[in-house]
C-alpha cells in the first residue's frame, strides 16, 4: 500500500511536470523573451497610493509588469497604459492576478498624489511607484533602461525622455518577457494579452508542482 502510494504520488508529478513543459508557447511578433537575460524584479521604492514604501516582495504571487514613465508625457504614457489596461480587460477575471507598476521617471513634478490620480484613470491594476534619485537610478540601471530629465532654462523647456518597453516577471519574479510597441495605434493586443495569459497559467502550473514535490517528499 505504502508503495502504490508513492507510486500514485510519483505519477502525479511526472504529470505536472508534462502539464508544465506544455504551457510553453513561442511569444507573437511583439514580444521578446527575456528569460535567463534579465535579473529577477528587485526594487525599493515608494508606494504612492499608501505611501509606504515597498519592495519585488510585495509583488510575488502576481504577474508583474514593470513600465517607466511620467505623468506629463504627451503620448508614449498615455498610449502605453490604454493598451495595457485593453489587455487586463480581455483576460478577464485572470487580470486579478495581472499589477501593473508604474515607476515614475519624473519625481520632482510627480508628486505622489499626482502620480496616484494619474495611474487610476488606468484601471485598479495600475500602482504608481516613486523613489529617490538613488533607488530610481538603481532601478533603471539594472534593466537597462535609458531615460533623462533635462531642466528647463531660459531658452530651452522641461525635457523628458524614456524607454517605452514593458517588462514582465511572473509570480516568482523571474523575468519572462518584454513587450515593445504598445505606444502604437494598432499594437497586437489579442497576442499580448495571449503571452500574458501563458505566464499566468505557468504560474498556476508552478505552484501546482510545488504542491506535488511537498506531497511526494512528506
Not at 523613489?131 to 531658452?155: E, M, N
Request: charged share 15%.
Amino acid at each position: 500500500m505504502i508503495f502504490s502510494l508513492r507510486y500514485g504520488r510519483s505519477a502525479l508529478a511526472a504529470a505536472a511536470l508534462l502539464l508544465l513543459s506544455a504551457c510553453h508557447k513561442d511569444l507573437s511578433d511583439q514580444d521578446v523573451s527575456i528569460q535567463g537575460l534579465v535579473p529577477p524584479l528587485s526594487l525599493s521604492m515608494q508606494d504612492v497610493t499608501t505611501n509606504k514604501p515597498v519592495t519585488a516582495a510585495d509583488f510575488l504571487g502576481k504577474t508583474t509588469l514593470l513600465y517607466f514613465g511620467y505623468t506629463n508625457c504627451p503620448d508614449v504614457c498615455p498610449f502605453t497604459l490604454g493598451n495595457l489596461d485593453k489587455i487586463l480587460k480581455q483576460l478577464g477575471p485572470l487580470a486579478n492576478d495581472v499589477t501593473v507598476l508604474f515607476v515614475t521617471v519624473d519625481p520632482d513634478r510627480d508628486t505622489p498624489a499626482t502620480l496616484a490620480q494619474y495611474a487610476a484613470l488606468f484601471g485598479p491594476n495600475v500602482q504608481g511607484l516613486r523613489g529617490t534619485p538613488d533607488q530610481l537610478y538603481s532601478l533603471a540601471r539594472r534593466y537597462r533602461v535609458v531615460f533623462s530629465v533635462t531642466k528647463p532654462t531660459a531658452t530651452t523647456p522641461y525635457a523628458v525622455t524614456h524607454s517605452a518597453a514593458v517588462y514582465v516577471f511572473n509570480a516568482k519574479g523571474d523575468a519572462q518577457f518584454l513587450i515593445a510597441g504598445l505606444d502604437t495605434d494598432k499594437p497586437d493586443i489579442a497576442g499580448i494579452t495571449d503571452d500574458l495569459r501563458g505566464v499566468i497559467d505557468q504560474n498556476a502550473h508552478v505552484s501546482l508542482l510545488s504542491w506535488l514535490e511537498n506531497l511526494t517528499s512528506s
